[in-house]
């Protein structure tokens, strides 16, 4: 038996229904705007992680956490401009790679939680750099000196309840009279947070 060769009659009505049939399949969603589709009021919450080191000249440096903090943020689904963040962090609870260096960064030199237990960070803007990702400009306060800071956010996971974000910045520690140590140690804290928040 030979095989069918279409026509091109055939053909042309072949071609029709592919036609017809791509114009009443669904077309593909535009590519999700995560920050205007998270739009709520959501706190901090206790999962996040908030994480930094100082850089040491031949390598080694200081690396710790925060395993105590509190905070909240609203982002504003029709102006993300409009959204807000605040954060306060105990640094009593400041965990490093040695228990000495722990109690140092508690110390007066550093921290000085004995008159200084909180450092808060309140956004002044927010910028848009993407679907996903927001610069937050705010107001850094530590051992009672307030300075302009700067952080970069990008939306990680997300449900109808909850969010998280990876936020990354870099802070100057000499204007908040924590510069012992340097030059051996860097003056710059370089900060790597998860931020993990539930809606309200």
């Not at 072949?14 to 399949?25: I, K, N, P, T, Y």
């Not at 031949?58 to 963040?85: A, E, L």
């Not at 956010?153 to 998280?164: D, L, Q």
């Amino acid at each position: 038996m030979s095989d069918h060769v279409p026509t091109p009659a055939s053909a042309g009505k072949l071609a029709g229904w592919v036609l017809a049939a791509s114009l009443l399949l669904p077309s593909a969603p535009a590519s999700a705007d995560a920050l205007s589709e998270a739009a709520g009021n959501y706190r901090i919450d206790s999962s996040s992680k908030i994480n930094f080191k100082v850089d040491q000249v031949g390598g080694g440096g200081i690396k710790g956490s925060f395993g105590s903090y509190s905070g909240s943020f609203r982002i504003d689904g029709s102006n993300v401009s409009k959204s807000k963040v605040t954060i306060t962090l105990f640094p009593k609870s400041v965990k490093a790679n040695q228990a000495r260096m722990e109690d140092f960064l508690r110390s007066d030199a550093v921290f000085d939680v004995a008159n200084h237990p909180e450092i808060t960070f309140r956004s002044t803007s927010v910028t848009r750099t993407g679907d996903d990702g927001a610069r937050i400009d705010g107001v850094l306060t530590a051992r009672g000196k307030s300075r302009k800071a700067q952080f970069e956010a990008t939306v990680g996971k997300r449900n109808g309840k909850a969010i998280s974000f990876r936020v990354t910045g870099s802070i100057y520690r000499s204007p908040y009279g924590m510069d012992v140590g340097t030059p051996i140690y860097s003056n710059v804290v370089q900060f790597d947070m998860t931020l993990n928040g539930t809606r309200k």
